[in-house]
């Protein structure tokens, strides 16, 4: 069976292990970051650099966003270059930012007037986690029947309740 397409927006200190993760297990990846710079050792081991949020989605069946805060989510996945105007129709987008519960509803509403499928899985740990696929996700579907094989490699996966539990459970988890 032929592994999906990734994109990772944001290669931070979460999103930087997990594209080593992706990579070392062979996944097609898409990579953005603000700072270009940060993409480039991921080049060698095969990842191709985008030039925005909607060019990499518009290669990826699984889109995730691995950002600061709401402000730099919005950014990613909305506007003409923004991932949700490329990422094709039953893909399925994934948001691993801790993120207000507002902002989360609203993105998986967009999501579905995309025909795309949407899941919350934020994550815990800190750089080795995510370097060694130990970090902590938690995931929420939000639409459709998604279901992301990409996600095993990151680390284990926690089934979440309601819209908005992932980040919940994650603040939580974490004392926030």
């Known amino acids: 069976m032929s592994k999906p397409s990734v994109a990772i927006l944001g290669l931070g200190i979460m999103g930087s292990g997990m594209a080593n993760r992706l990579l070392s297990a062979n996944f097609p990846l898409a990579i953005l970051n603000r700072n270009r710079e940060k993409c480039v050792p991921f080049v060698s081991a095969g ?3 985008a030039d925005s949020p909607r060019e990499a989605a518009s290669r990826s069946q699984v889109t995730l966003s691995m ?3 709401d402000a730099a989510s919005r950014d990613v996945w909305l506007g003409e270059e923004g991932a949700l ?3 094709p129709p039953s893909s399925v987008l994934i948001e691993s930012t801790t993120l207000s519960g ?3 509803q609203e993105l998986a509403v967009k ?11 934020p994550v815990t740990g ?3 986690h995510a370097a060694s696929g130990e970090t902590g996700i938690s995931c929420r579907r939000l639409s459709g029947s998604a279901r992301c094989s990409a996600t095993r490699v ?4 926690s089934r979440c309740g309601a819209p908005g539990a992932g980040r919940k459970r994650r603040s939580d988890e974490v004392g926030q």
Do not use: S, Y
Request: glycine share 10%; with cysteine.
């Open 85 to 87: 105007n490329g990422a």
């Open 67 to 69: 950002v600061a805060d």
């Open 126 to 128: 800190t750089k080795p």
């Open 102 to 104: 507002d902002w989360i």
């Open 111 to 121: 999501a579905v007037e995309r025909g795309c499928q949407f899941l919350n899985a």
């Open 154 to 157: 990151f680390g284990a996966r």
């Open 47 to 49: 990842a191709f650099i």
